[in-house]
T-cell receptor, first 114, second 110 residues
Framework: DTGVSQDPRHKITKRGQNVTFRCDPISEHNRLYWYRQTLGQGPEFLTYFQNEAQLEKSRLLSDRFSAERPKGSFSTLEIQRTEQGDSAMYLC????????????FGPGTRLTVT | RKEVEQDPGPFNVPEGATVAFNCTYSNSASQSFFWYRQDCRKEPKLLMSVYSSGNEDGRFTAQLNRASQYISLLIRDSKLSDSATYLCVVRGGGADGLTFGKGTHLIIQP
């Protein structure tokens, strides 16, 4: 399977703990995006990378959130001091610059903060 | 005003019928437009990009009206497998991340 992959698929954590999620994009895609989706809502954009550079961050990305893509391949999203409001599906997507910006999503990581 | 607005439905439609969804977007500088499909507890999947000239893919037809900032999706000869949430999506206008509507829930009934 050469699609976007995410790990873990599910994460349950206690409030105040740190969590880290990983995303592996489609191999030739140079852009990687993170989104968050809560029940009944469409996905909300968090941040994106072009190669290693983080080019855009949403105002939704509080200082407890940090994302990296150190070698321009996989990316990690870390949430520090988790809160119950962080419970959501975290989706990763990738795209190739110059191809109408169509984004392809991974299966997501479902985070539950208790 | 929400950036991308859709009727959440649900739309209950008999199998074989034609159904149309609309959405409006607020940012006139938006540059790219898409319809995604999302099944329950799954990731969004790209259904089709929407071009200014309109485009068709099998039973699906998408149209864009930039003047009215309006996007539509038409599904002909609907199948049970078309039951899903359809997300209207725009990109651009100062941001490269996608902006999603809340989705329109479609239920095809046998």
């Amino acid at each position: 399977d050469t699609g976007v992959s995410q790990d873990p698929r599910h994460k349950i954590t206690k409030r105040g703990q740190n969590v880290t999620f990983r995303c592996d994009p489609i191999s030739e895609h140079n852009r990687l995006y993170w989104y968050r989706q809560t029940l009944g809502q469409g996905p909300e954009f968090l941040t994106y990378f072009q190669n290693e550079a983080q080019l855009e961050k949403s105002r939704l990305l509080s200082d407890r959130f940090s994302a990296e893509r150190p070698k321009g391949s996989f990316s990690t999203l870390e949430i520090q001091r988790t809160e119950q409001g962080d419970s959501a599906m975290y989706l990763c997507a990738s795209s190739l610059v110059g191809t109408a910006y169509e984004q392809y999503f991974g299966p997501g990581t479902r985070l539950t903060v208790t | 005003r929400k950036e991308v607005e859709q009727d959440p439905g649900p739309f209950n439609v008999p199998e074989g019928a034609t159904v149309a969804f609309n959405c409006t977007y607020s940012n006139s500088a938006s540059q790219s437009f898409f319809w995604y499909r999302q099944d329950c507890r799954k990731e969004p999947k790209l259904l089709m990009s929407v071009y200014s000239s309109g485009n068709e893919d099998g039973r699906f037809t998408a149209q864009l009206n930039r003047a009215s900032q309006y996007i539509s999706l038409l599904i002909r000869d609907s199948k049970l497998s078309d039951s899903a949430t359809y997300l209207c999506v725009v990109r651009g206008g100062g941001a490269d991340g996608l902006t999603f509507g809340k989705g329109t829930h479609l239920i095809i009934q046998p």
